[in-house]
Every structure is written in C-alpha cells, then in structure tokens.
C-alpha cells in the first residue's frame, strides 16, 4: 500500500508542477489575446475589401487574417467554425 501511495504523491506533484506552469503560461497569454482583440475593434468592412483587392498580399498578411478569423469567432456566433479550427 505504501509503495501506491508514493507512485500517487509522485503522480500528484508532476500534475500540481505541470499545473503550475500551465497556470503561468496561461497569465502571461490573456494579456496578449486581449490586446489582440482590441486591435481587431479598431477594423472595418474597409480595410477587409482593401486586404480582397490585393492580388499577392504582402507576406504574413494570411497568418494575421487566420488569427483575426480565430478571434472573432470566439465573439461572432454567426462565424462558423470547422473540424480545422
């Protein structure tokens, strides 16, 4: 019994340090989505039809369009989302 006991305190101290961390990495992210969603509050429909006349948009324009559509649909219901996110 005392040798389950110490695999479950060994089990229980990696979880409480893996919680830790991610508790801390999650503190320093929330800052950053919030900035994100406040620069996402300044767009409008004419910047999007300025992104759409682009014939080869400028290099990281894609990445940022994919994350903008990420964040909205965690406040837009009418976005929808698919098995890929």
């Known amino acids: 019994a005392t040798v389950e006991e110490q695999k479950c305190n060994d089990i229980a101290r990696t ?4 919680k830790a961390s991610c508790e801390q990495d999650l503190a ?3 800052p950053l989505v919030q900035q994100a969603e406040a620069a996402l509050d300044v767009l409008d429909k004419k910047d999007f039809q300025e992104l759409k006349s682009f ?5 990281g324009v894609d990445q940022v369009c ?3 559509m ?6 837009d219901p009418n976005i929808e989302i698919d098995k890929k996110g």
């Open 15 to 18: 979880v409480s340090a893996q």
């Open 70 to 75: 990420h964040l909205q649909a965690g406040i």
């Open 55 to 59: 014939a080869k948009p400028p290099g």
């Open 66 to 68: 994919f994350s903008a």
């Open 28 to 30: 320093a992210a929330i």
